[in-house]
């Protein structure tokens, strides 16, 4: 995994004040730090699953469409982020490790560093009741 620039340090200490769910990645999906509140949607605490890889993050809490399909990883707006360096959202159903579901809203978008070096990104998402 990457080593930590500033960006990443300050993007992880404002996500650990935050109230909302964050996920905070490197430029290759690995989930750097999750926070407190995205541990509720999630079922387990950060101190349990540390960083994990994209492959293993994005179907742990099992992403499903509006329908109940099961969504691939890469339409995902964390993935599409990573993929393209672009903000992405989207609204879908997830199910956590304790089998709960709720349907969440999601924005995320890329960390860009000085000189222009992808640093990652940060997906930002809330419980939502929006069709």
């Known amino acids: 995994m990457a080593t930590n620039h ?6 992880r200490q404002l996500a650990d004040f935050l109230t909302v769910p964050v ?6 999906g690995n989930l750097l730090f999750y926070n407190e509140p995205a541990e509720g949607l999630l079922g387990k605490r950060y101190e349990e699953t540390g960083q994990m890889a994209v492959e293993e993050w ?3 809490s099992k992403p499903l469409d509006l329908d109940g399909n099961v969504l691939p ?12 360096r672009q903000p992405a959202s989207g ?4 199910e956590s490790l304790t ?5 969440i809203s999601v924005t ?22 929006t069709p």
């Open 23 to 28: 996920f905070l990645t490197d430029p290759e």
């Open 99 to 103: 089998g709960e579901k709720n349907k």
């Open 6 to 11: 500033i960006e990443i340090i300050l993007c």
């Open 58 to 60: 994005s179907t742990i």
């Open 108 to 129: 995320a978008f890329p960390i860009i560093g000085r000189p222009d070096r992808f640093l990652g990104a940060v997906a930002i998402f809330w419980k939502t009741t």
């Open 91 to 94: 609204v879908f159903w997830i």
């Open 73 to 84: 990883p890469e339409s995902l707006p964390l993935v599409i982020t990573l993929t393209n």
